[in-house]
């Protein structure tokens, strides 16, 4: 396949992803089912600004540098996808931006995902794969995690809870939207 009609068929994906929306999420979803947990779109929660400022208190990392550590055998990690997005969207956790997540091995992680933006929707997914990501990353998820989020309406933000409980290994968290991760919404994270 030449550059040109390489080009011109990732556009067409492009537009289709605009196009289809959320159908999206459940088309790229279809070869994950066996991976962990999956949270679809119309699972996600609303909450108010107060309860998620309620949420992202019960983070029990330890921010350091650019890296989170988790330890005993309950980890709650919450994952924000916080305003404003420019110039790229990114995840933020424990007040940093894509940090690396260092998570015991055998123990409980509860995470919660919350999506502030308005208008736009995004995802979380852990692979083994490492970066860099291409447009559309061609991911084989440990933890399917999210689709994609509905974006935050009005005075009300989406969020949902998922759980993993993961064996020691060097991982990698991304939003599977079309060109995110390829901006850099993506993180490592070590279990051990
Ligand atoms: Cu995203």
Known sequence: MGVDRREKES????????????GMGALLQVGWAWAGPLVGTGSFKWASSSQVHAM??????????????????VARVVIEVPQPEFPFPKFEIDHLRNPTLVLPAGATIKFTFINRIKDFSHSFQITRKAPP???FPK????LTGTEFSPASRNAKVAYTNFTWHPSAGHYYYLCAIPGHAKMGMFGSIVVQ
């Open 11 to 22: 556009s067409r994906r492009l537009r289709t992803v605009m196009a289809a929306g959320f």
């Open 56 to 73: 992202l208190a019960k983070d029990n990392g330890t921010a350091h540098g650019t890296t989170v550590t988790y330890s005993g055998p």
């Open 133 to 135: 990501f291409p447009m």
């Open 139 to 142: 991911i084989q998820p440990v």
